[in-house]
């Protein structure tokens, strides 16, 4: 069984940093993809950015671009999302996600969501 477990989530004042990060079990993610994600208060879940397991593709939201950056420890079987100049607008629940390489109908596992909030 899959899991993902968020952590590293808090209460930031603007401009500042947080590294969440997504520990994965269950089995081996060589052939996955594992996904940022986010929900704030009354929208709808966007998407952050994605990393392949191997590392060798990364793709970020626009509006993640320049402030955040998605790296993988493989050793620890994590993910991490590094958040820099974070804005009001960024606080959200933060959720990762995975799914194998050439599944076409989206993230199939979710982690439980890690809330960040960022204050004025």
């Known amino acids: 069984q899959v899991q993902l477990v968020e952590s590293g989530g808090g209460l930031v004042q603007a401009g500042g940093s947080l590294r969440l990060s997504c520990t994965a079990s269950g089995r081996t993610f060589s052939n996955y993809a594992l996904g940022w994600f986010r929900q704030a208060p009354g929208k709808e879940r966007e998407f952050v950015g994605r990393?392949?397991?191997?590392?060798?593709?990364?793709y970020y939201a626009e509006f993640a671009k320049g402030r955040f950056t998605i790296s993988r420890d493989n050793a620890k079987n994590t993910v991490y999302l590094q958040m820099n100049s974070l804005k009001l607008e960024d606080t959200a629940v933060y959720y990762c996600?995975?799914?194998?390489?050439?599944?076409?109908?989206?993230?199939?596992?979710w982690g439980q969501g890690t809330q960040v909030t960022v204050s004025s």
């Open positions: 990393i392949y397991w191997s590392g060798l593709n990364i």
């Open positions: 996600a995975a799914k194998e390489l050439g599944r076409v109908t989206g993230y199939n596992y």
